[in-house]
Each structure stands twice: as structure tokens, then as C-alpha cells.
DNA sequence: TTAAGCTTTCTTTTT
DNA sequence: GAAAGCTTAA
């Protein structure tokens, strides 16, 4: 019997024939515009609540229809959310899977493109991916190699030498123009610092390891250095699309125009708001969009202007606040909606008063039918949340917090992953310091030594772990570090063996080592606990340890969002919660009503941006992000007197930006206390409310202040 | 050599 | 008001 063959079968890529959009129906002028325009590259400013999203998901149906294969499209957000909702609509649309197209973050895309090419570089392509945690504990082994001299006391620390290059990287200016620009106080030791930023580089690549901002600019490299891999690309990729390009950087606009050629024939479409650029602070360039039609002679330029989200009102202000800024593209955005109510400016007494006020107020919108999910309170700082967020707690209105510590970058929870990713990457030296300095009885010392006789070699996770049987090992150990290694040893064994199985894998370190080892350092030990068997549950969906890092690490929108949840959950509102939010954070989203807390001076704008050029207007954008996220609603509040840092209270004048809005444009609030004999709301923690919680203040003093009375008035402590 | 305890330094924003 | 870093004791 003849044995079978192999038999080719091509499954040709087509174009959907027939996908019976009416795009004229569901777009307007503008948008029709957009998603239907002929090759080139293309600029589209998209105002606040344009309808951006939408056209971008139209233009990649027409895309499809006109007969473009998915993989030919590649689709760059900033969140992966964002893709992820772009390709789904997409799929929606077209009723195509469109899991062929590209989609994703710049690092998410880099890293699977520098993976496939990574030899080219010098790399394997298992690199490890460093967060900022791994990248300071890199830095501050560099610097411990150069044993800097005893006045190290002003030494910078890892974390501003990490933020030093990566801005040196992502606005490619050399080191000592940044270091005379904004670290004139480490100019002196300009030397090292380049001593360090060398050894760091080279150690990042013995450890087959790369940081965020390589995945950026080692792509680029790689599309500069290999005209090969960049014309494969150029060919594959015949539509470019970025969304949110005011928040790119140099290195990120160079990528996209090599990665899509040059001319006629480059079709790449960029869309975003200038007025919602908000990143300047790690390199994004505003000069990107600005300059966009410059760098790209044949750009054909769009507008979106018709805003769908707010109402007229709300409008009028955000356009009276931004118009404050000199340099931007002129748009003008027009309101599709009727009227509503105007903003609310809401003067406070004091923090606490603030935060009872947003509470009253999100209950009397609750009755009023408004959902907690269509509520947001945003803030410039996560600090300036603690005033709201206890009076919620006070108040038992479920919230959710956004930001903060992701859940990845929580210690309890990289110390689990370095685990898997010293298994994944054998080389990498920072997770295996991690683990090892769990073991008690190893600390820095013997840890150097391990990584010195044995680290570092190996390429392949069995190796590594027979490496680590060897005798010669134990040899260096004192007798108080053996049990620890024994430990160790035993635990990478376990691990190996489960490999195929990220779950297990995560609970055999759970069971062998780590438990103990929680509840021996941290005193909330149970929750941390209960983070990493929710991590192991969330690990069961994958099958390699890789694939679980990757999305750990580049497509995590994972925050701590159970732990992070405070007060009840909701019952008759099911899960559904306010959210607190920085203002970056809360980019792209929309809610009913928004409150805007802390609106004070010398905290919004905030006094560091202010040193910075051209720094009061992006924080100027920053606030402009924050209003446009309200459809309905928009509360600006402020407390006059803050706790200073140190235990003294301090009177605070209202943020330039409310007081240069014009004061037709909103509507101020004055706020009367009254004694109320039982609380508005009856709630299991109401009885203790009034008798504990507010805090000793004269009631009889008017809340409402004037600016210019109080301005400079000193409040003795409280 | 480790680990606890004490002091010091922050606080802008994050893929 | 916390986290990181340094000092000192075991």
C-alpha cells in the first residue's frame, strides 16, 4: 500500500462579496469621507466625540469589501482594548471573522513581529518582556557593579535613571542635553551615567530580555537594518491605520512611515484630536500630528466635527476652555444633541464636604434612573481620590477603581510569574533574582553568587533545571542558605513538570513555596492569597507558560478590579459600580455624568508640568480629555482648604482653568449644610456616620469662598 | 550575610 | 502617609 502523500490545499483569501452596508445611511459627510477615501496617506482630526471609532471600524469594512485581504490591514491602537472592540465591531459589520487582521498596541505588535525576527537582533525569540519594576531592579544591579563612590547620596535612584532613558530613547535626545535640560542636579555625574546606560543595555541582552521601550525602537532597528524584513512588510501591510496619533512618539510615527513606505503608494491613514494629547510626559510628540501633512507630502487632511456625545452645553464649555490654548489644529466642534443642563461648578469647603457632595449627589441620580455604571469621578492624581472615595465607602455606593497598581505589577503576584518566566527564558537574570531572594537564608550575596557559577547559560528550561542539581552548586552554599535552595531546586522541578499547564504550574509554586512565604510577609496575606488562585484560574485558559506572559504583560487590561472594588455590590444594581479614575485613564470613554474633583491650584495643572515647555497647555488638553467625557452631566469641583502635606491645612485658590472659564458657561453651586436628623440614605454604616465622620469644622462658616479673599491666607492645622 | 528596623524620599500621568 | 533605601544588630 502506497503510503498517503501530503496534498496542498489553498484556501484562497477572499473578498467578501457582498456585505450590504449602507454606509451612507450610517455615516455623515465627514465620516463617509473618511471611510471611503482613496490610497495615500491620510490625516484625520477627529474631535471629542466624533464618532471616531465608528469610522474607523467603516473604513476597515470598506477596506474588506474593496477586496483587501485582513492580513493586509494593520490596525494600531492605544489600548488593546481598543483593538480588540475596533476588530469586533469590524467582525460585527462585516460578519467576517477579521482574525486575520493585525491589531493592537505598538508593543503589542512589536513584540510579535521582533519574536518572529528576534536572531536578526541577537535575540531568541522567547526574550523576556521588563516592566518598569524588572527594569529598576536591573538598573540597580548596574549600579551596584559600579560600586559608585561613598557620597552616593545623590546618586539618582534606578526609577530616574529608568525614566532618563526612556525619554533619551523615545525623544532622541542624547543624554546630556536631557540631564542639562531637567536633571541639572546630576550633570556631575553625567559619566557613570552613561557607564550604566551602557552595562544596562548589555545586560538586558544577556538576559534575553527587553523593556517597553525596546520592543519600539528595536523594531525599528530591525525594519532600518533589514531591507528584506521591511519590504515583506511594506507588501503584507497594504493599509496602516493609528488611531490616537497625537499620543505618539518620534520613534513610533518613524515606525509607521517605514512600515508603510513612502508617497503615493503608502497608505497610511493616522487619526486623532491634538487637543487630546495628554503624553507628553514619556515622549509622546506633539509635533507628530502637527506636522503630519509636512513629513508626508501628498497627506490629504480630514475633520470630524460633529460631536454626538455631549450636550450643547456641556460643548460651549469645553470649547470656551480649550480655545485657551495657542497651538493647535482650528476645528469647530458642532453639538448634534438638544440641550441639557449647564456644567455645575461646586465650591467646597473642604475635601470631606467634597466628597459628601459627589455622593449626595450620584444617589439623587441614582433615583433619577441614571446607572452607577454611567458615573465617573476622574481626578488628575490618584491621590486626590481618598476624600471621595472614603465618603462612598461611608455612603455604601459600590465603586470601582481604575489604575493604580496593576494587577501584574503587585509583588505577590510577579514573584508567582518570575517563576514561570525564568522556565520561559532561562536566561533571565532579573526573575531569577526575584526567586531565589524569596528563599530565606538567600539574600543578595549568595544569590550573586548562584547566578554567578550557574546563571545565564542555559537556553532551554530542562537544562536549566538539571543544572540545578549539580553539586558544585551546594558547594557554595552556607549552611543557612541550603534548606532555601533545596526549596528552590525542588519547586522549578514541579514547575518544569507542569509546564503545559500554566494552572498547575501556578499552584504547584502556590503549594511548594510561595503560600508560606505570603503569609509569612505580608499581613494581608489571605487576599494576596486568594489574587493568585484567581491568577491560576485565569492561567487555566492557556496552554503554554509564553502565552500566558505575553498576555500578562502586553494585553493585560487586567487591574486587581475585586480587590480594588469598595463598598457593597450593588444588589438591586447587580455588579454595576462608579468609576474613580485618573483622567488618562479614563481616555476613550463616555459616561451620563462626571465629576471632576480637585480642581485646584497647584494640583491641576500640576506644578511639575509647569516647569516643563509647553506644559500648562497639555495639562490644559488633560482637563479638556477629562469634561469630554461627559454626555449629560458635568460636575467641577474644588475644596478651598486641603490638609497640607504635613498635618497643616492650606487654603487654595480654584484651578486657573475654572477661573478662566467665562462664567456664562456654567452654573455654580453653592452648598448649605443642614442638620438632618436621619441620614438621607439608610444604610447598615449610616448610624455611625454623622457622630464620627465629619470632621471639626465650624458649621456656622459660609462654605462658599471667595478666591480673592482667601488667596494666601494662612489656616493653622485642624 | 541576612533581615529587621529605622530613616528618608516622595506624589503626574502609563504601554 | 507609604514605599524604598540605608544602617545596624544578630
Same mark, same amino acid.
Given at each position: 500500500m502506497p503510503t498517503p502523500g501530503r496534498r496542498r490545499f489553498a484556501l484562497p483569501q477572499r473578498a467578501p462579496v457582498n456585505l450590504e452596508i449602507d454606509f451612507e445611511k450610517d455615516l455623515n459627510g465627514q465620516q463617509l469621507a473618511v471611510a471611503t477615501c482613496g490610497d495615500g496617506p491620510k490625516l484625520v482630526i477627529a474631535g471629542a466625540g466624533s464618532g471616531k471609532t465608528r469610522t474607523l471600524t467603516y473604513r476597515v469594512a470598506y477596506l474588506l469589501q474593496r477586496g483587501v485581504p485582513p492580513a493586509g490591514i494593520l490596525l494600531v491602537t492605544f489600548t488593546n482594548k481598543a483593538a480588540r472592540e475596533m476588530l469586533g465591531r469590524v467582525g460585527q459589520l462585516t460578519r467576517l471573522e477579521p482574525y486575520r487582521m493585525w491589531g493592537g498596541t505598538f508593543h503589542s505588535v512589536g513584540a510579535r513581529l521582533l519574536r518572529r525576527h528576534a536572531?536578526?537582533?541577537?535575540?531568541?525569540?522567547? $526574550?523576556? %518582556?521588563?516592566?518598569?519594576?524588572?527594569?529598576?531592579?536591573?538598573?540597580?544591579?548596574? %549600579? /551596584?557593579?559600579?560600586?559608585?563612590? #561613598?557620597?552616593?547620596?545623590? $546618586?539618582?535612584?534606578?526609577?530616574?535613571?529608568?525614566?532618563l532613558f526612556s525619554l533619551q530613547i523615545n525623544t532622541r535626545q542624547p543624554l546630556e542635553d536631557l540631564l542639562a535640560e531637567r536633571y541639572a542636579r546630576f550633570v556631575d555625574w553625567s559619566e557613570i551615567i552613561h557607564e550604566i546606560a551602557e552595562r544596562y543595555v548589555a545586560r538586558k541582552r544577556a538576559a534575553n530580555a527587553m523593556d517597553y521601550d525596546d520592543l519600539l525602537h528595536r523594531w525599528l532597528q530591525l525594519l532600518q537594518e533589514n531591507d528584506e524584513v521591511r519590504d515583506r512588510?511594506?507588501?503584507?501591510?497594504?493599509h496602516i491605520l493609528v488611531d490616537e496619533y497625537q499620543d505618539t512618539n518620534i520613534v513610533q510615527a518613524e515606525i509607521v512611515e517605514a512600515m508603510a513606505g513612502q508617497g503615493q503608494g503608502a497608505n497610511l491613514m493616522v487619526v486623532g484630536d491634538d487637543s487630546q494629547s495628554i503624553y507628553a510626559f514619556r515622549g509622546a510628540n506633539y509635533d507628530n500630528i502637527l506636522r503630519f501633512p509636512e513629513r508626508n507630502p501628498a497627506t490629504e487632511v480630514f475633520r470630524l466635527e460633529t460631536n454626538y456625545r455631549s450636550t450643547p452645553q456641556i460643548l460651549d464649555l469645553t470649547n470656551a476652555s480649550i480655545q485657551h490654548n495657542e497651538v493647535k489644529y482650528e476645528k469647530t466642534l458642532r453639538a448634534e444633541r438638544t440641550d441639557g443642563m449647564p456644567p455645575a461648578m461646586v465650591p467646597c469647603s473642604y475635601p470631606q464636604q467634597e466628597g459628601v457632595f459627589v455622593a449626595e449627589r450620584i444617589l439623587q441620580l441614582r433615583d433619577e434612573g441614571v446607572d452607577l455604571d454611567e458615573i465617573a469621578v476622574l481626578y488628575r492624581a490618584h491621590a486626590h481620590r481618598l476624600s471621595v472615595e472614603t465618603t462612598l465607602l461611608r455612603y455604601d455606593i459600590p465603586y470601582e477603581v481604575r489604575g493604580g497598581l496593576r494587577f501584574f505589577e503587585q509583588a505577590h503576584i510577579k514573584d508567582v510569574v !518570575?517563576?514561570?518566566?525564568?522556565?520561559?527564558?532561562p536566561r533571565d537574570e532579573v526573575a531569577f533574582r526575584r526567586v531565589l531572594l524569596l528563599q530565606p537564608g538567600i539574600g543578595n550575596v549568595t544569590a550573586d553568587r548562584i547566578w554567578k557559577a550557574i546563571g545565564g547559560h542555559t537556553v532551554d528550561a530542562e537544562a536549566l533545571v538539571g543544572a540545578l542539581d549539580e553539586k558544585s552548586v551546594v558547594d557554595l552554599l552556607s549552611a543557612k542558605a541550603r534548606?532555601?535552595?533545596?526549596?528552590?531546586?525542588? /519547586?522549578?522541578?514541579? #514547575?518544569?513538570a507542569a509546564r503545559a499547564d500554566p494552572q498547575t504550574a501556578i499552584l504547584s509554586i502556590l503549594e511548594s513555596c510561595y503560600e508560606d512565604y505570603v503569609v509569612a510577609k505580608f499581613d494581608n496575606s489571605e487576599s494576596r492569597i486568594e489574587d493568585l488562585q484567581q491568577l491560576a484560574v485565569f492561567a487555566a485558559q492557556y496552554d503554554s507558560l509564553h502565552g500566558l506572559l505575553e498576555e500578562l504583560l502586553l494585553l493585560g487590561e487586567l487591574y486587581g478590579r475585586d480587590v480594588d472594588r469598595g463598598g457593597r455590590r450593588g444588589d438591586d444594581d447587580g455588579d454595576s459600580a462608579v468609576v474613580l479614575s485618573t483622567i488618562h485613564?479614563?481616555?476613550?470613554?463616555?459616561?451620563?455624568? #462626571? $465629576? %471632576? %474633583?480637585?480642581?485646584?491650584?497647584?494640583? $491641576?495643572?500640576?506644578p511639575r508640568a509647569l516647569d516643563e515647555a509647553g506644559g500648562e497647555e497639555e495639562e490644559r488638553r488633560i482637563f479638556y480629555v477629562a469634561m469630554t467625557r461627559a454626555r449629560d452631566e458635568l460636575y467641577l469641583s474644588y475644596p478651598i482648604i486641603r490638609p497640607g502635606g504635613y498635618g497643616a491645612s492650606v487654603v487654595q485658590r480654584r484651578s486657573r482653568f475654572l477661573q478662566e472659564l467665562p462664567d456664562t458657561s456654567y452654573e455654580t453651586w453653592q452648598l448649605e449644610e443642614e442638620v438632618?436628623?436621619?441620614?438621607? #440614605?439608610? /444604610?447598615?454604616?449610616? !448610624?455611625?456616620r454623622e457622630a464620627d465622620t465629619e470632621p471639626d469644622f465650624d458649621p456656622n462658616v459660609d462654605p462658599v469662598w471667595d478666591d480673592d479673599e482667601v488667596l494666601g491666607e494662612p489656616w493653622a492645622g485642624d
Amino acid at each position: 500500500m502506497p503510503t498517503p502523500g501530503r496534498r496542498r490545499f489553498a484556501l484562497p483569501q477572499r473578498a467578501p462579496v457582498n456585505l450590504e452596508i449602507d454606509f451612507e445611511k450610517d455615516l455623515n459627510g465627514q465620516q463617509l469621507a473618511v471611510a471611503t477615501c482613496g490610497d495615500g496617506p491620510k490625516l484625520v482630526i477627529a474631535g471629542a466625540g466624533s464618532g471616531k471609532t465608528r469610522t474607523l471600524t467603516y473604513r476597515v469594512a470598506y477596506l474588506l469589501q474593496r477586496g483587501v485581504p485582513p492580513a493586509g490591514i494593520l490596525l494600531v491602537t492605544f489600548t488593546n482594548k481598543a483593538a480588540r472592540e475596533m476588530l469586533g465591531r469590524v467582525g460585527q459589520l462585516t460578519r467576517l471573522e477579521p482574525y486575520r487582521m493585525w491589531g493592537g498596541t505598538f508593543h503589542s505588535v512589536g513584540a510579535r513581529l521582533l519574536r518572529r525576527h528576534a536572531e536578526l537582533l541577537g535575540y531568541n525569540e522567547n $526574550f523576556s %518582556i521588563l516592566d518598569e519594576g524588572d527594569q529598576r531592579d536591573l538598573l540597580r544591579l548596574c %549600579i /551596584t557593579d559600579l560600586d559608585v563612590s #561613598v557620597e552616593r547620596r545623590r $546618586f539618582p535612584s534606578p526609577k530616574v535613571l529608568a525614566g532618563l532613558f526612556s525619554l533619551q530613547i523615545n525623544t532622541r535626545q542624547p543624554l546630556e542635553d536631557l540631564l542639562a535640560e531637567r536633571y541639572a542636579r546630576f550633570v556631575d555625574w553625567s559619566e557613570i551615567i552613561h557607564e550604566i546606560a551602557e552595562r544596562y543595555v548589555a545586560r538586558k541582552r544577556a538576559a534575553n530580555a527587553m523593556d517597553y521601550d525596546d520592543l519600539l525602537h528595536r523594531w525599528l532597528q530591525l525594519l532600518q537594518e533589514n531591507d528584506e524584513v521591511r519590504d515583506r512588510y511594506r507588501e503584507q501591510f497594504a493599509h496602516i491605520l493609528v488611531d490616537e496619533y497625537q499620543d505618539t512618539n518620534i520613534v513610533q510615527a518613524e515606525i509607521v512611515e517605514a512600515m508603510a513606505g513612502q508617497g503615493q503608494g503608502a497608505n497610511l491613514m493616522v487619526v486623532g484630536d491634538d487637543s487630546q494629547s495628554i503624553y507628553a510626559f514619556r515622549g509622546a510628540n506633539y509635533d507628530n500630528i502637527l506636522r503630519f501633512p509636512e513629513r508626508n507630502p501628498a497627506t490629504e487632511v480630514f475633520r470630524l466635527e460633529t460631536n454626538y456625545r455631549s450636550t450643547p452645553q456641556i460643548l460651549d464649555l469645553t470649547n470656551a476652555s480649550i480655545q485657551h490654548n495657542e497651538v493647535k489644529y482650528e476645528k469647530t466642534l458642532r453639538a448634534e444633541r438638544t440641550d441639557g443642563m449647564p456644567p455645575a461648578m461646586v465650591p467646597c469647603s473642604y475635601p470631606q464636604q467634597e466628597g459628601v457632595f459627589v455622593a449626595e449627589r450620584i444617589l439623587q441620580l441614582r433615583d433619577e434612573g441614571v446607572d452607577l455604571d454611567e458615573i465617573a469621578v476622574l481626578y488628575r492624581a490618584h491621590a486626590h481620590r481618598l476624600s471621595v472615595e472614603t465618603t462612598l465607602l461611608r455612603y455604601d455606593i459600590p465603586y470601582e477603581v481604575r489604575g493604580g497598581l496593576r494587577f501584574f505589577e503587585q509583588a505577590h503576584i510577579k514573584d508567582v510569574v !518570575a517563576h514561570l518566566r525564568l522556565l520561559d527564558n532561562p536566561r533571565d537574570e532579573v526573575a531569577f533574582r526575584r526567586v531565589l531572594l524569596l528563599q530565606p537564608g538567600i539574600g543578595n550575596v549568595t544569590a550573586d553568587r548562584i547566578w554567578k557559577a550557574i546563571g545565564g547559560h542555559t537556553v532551554d528550561a530542562e537544562a536549566l533545571v538539571g543544572a540545578l542539581d549539580e553539586k558544585s552548586v551546594v558547594d557554595l552554599l552556607s549552611a543557612k542558605a541550603r534548606p532555601g535552595w533545596g526549596s528552590f531546586v525542588g /519547586t522549578m522541578g514541579e #514547575v518544569l513538570a507542569a509546564r503545559a499547564d500554566p494552572q498547575t504550574a501556578i499552584l504547584s509554586i502556590l503549594e511548594s513555596c510561595y503560600e508560606d512565604y505570603v503569609v509569612a510577609k505580608f499581613d494581608n496575606s489571605e487576599s494576596r492569597i486568594e489574587d493568585l488562585q484567581q491568577l491560576a484560574v485565569f492561567a487555566a485558559q492557556y496552554d503554554s507558560l509564553h502565552g500566558l506572559l505575553e498576555e500578562l504583560l502586553l494585553l493585560g487590561e487586567l487591574y486587581g478590579r475585586d480587590v480594588d472594588r469598595g463598598g457593597r455590590r450593588g444588589d438591586d444594581d447587580g455588579d454595576s459600580a462608579v468609576v474613580l479614575s485618573t483622567i488618562h485613564q479614563a481616555k476613550g470613554l463616555e459616561w451620563h455624568s #462626571v $465629576f %471632576i %474633583i480637585h480642581l485646584l491650584e497647584g494640583f $491641576f495643572p500640576s506644578p511639575r508640568a509647569l516647569d516643563e515647555a509647553g506644559g500648562e497647555e497639555e495639562e490644559r488638553r488633560i482637563f479638556y480629555v477629562a469634561m469630554t467625557r461627559a454626555r449629560d452631566e458635568l460636575y467641577l469641583s474644588y475644596p478651598i482648604i486641603r490638609p497640607g502635606g504635613y498635618g497643616a491645612s492650606v487654603v487654595q485658590r480654584r484651578s486657573r482653568f475654572l477661573q478662566e472659564l467665562p462664567d456664562t458657561s456654567y452654573e455654580t453651586w453653592q452648598l448649605e449644610e443642614e442638620v438632618v436628623e436621619t441620614p438621607a #440614605v439608610a /444604610t447598615a454604616s449610616g !448610624a455611625g456616620r454623622e457622630a464620627d465622620t465629619e470632621p471639626d469644622f465650624d458649621p456656622n462658616v459660609d462654605p462658599v469662598w471667595d478666591d480673592d479673599e482667601v488667596l494666601g491666607e494662612p489656616w493653622a492645622g485642624d
